[in-house]
């Protein structure tokens, strides 16, 4: 037995789990923040067999792709009218996934 945690971004949870559950496999959602921008993100824990850890990555891996973005910076550059933002483009979405073995599991 392995767990699969896939730290997502948002946008990306709800279409995640709907193609998980699709495929049956049971999906617990956590609700995290982090990153560069402590924007939020998603904790998705899976368990399945050692088989299939292939198969519930790959679907993490289509849904969770990364795109860009355009934020602006806190305001730091101070000129004549005052302080102003920078945009700048950044990359969100994809995954950070572990796989970790299950030692014992039980469903009461």
Not at 5 to 18: C, F, G, R, T, V
Not at 80 to 103: C, L, R, Y
Request: charged share 25%; with cysteine; aromatic share 4%.
């Amino acid at each position: 037995m392995k767990l699969v945690i896939a730290i997502i971004h948002d946008e990306d949870s709800h279409e995640l789990i709907e193609k998980l559950t699709e495929k049956n496999y049971g999906v617990t959602k956590l609700a995290s923040t982090g990153g560069f921008l402590k924007s939020g993100n998603t904790t998705l824990l899976v368990g399945t067999q050692k088989e299939k850890v292939d198969e519930v990555i790959s679907i993490i891996k289509d849904v969770c792709r990364t795109r860009k973005e355009i934020t602006t910076t806190s305001p730091m550059i101070a000129d004549n009218s005052g302080f102003m933002s920078i945009p700048i483009e950044i990359t969100i979405g994809g995954a950070t996934i572990f796989v970790v073995d299950i030692e014992r599991f039980e469903k009461v």
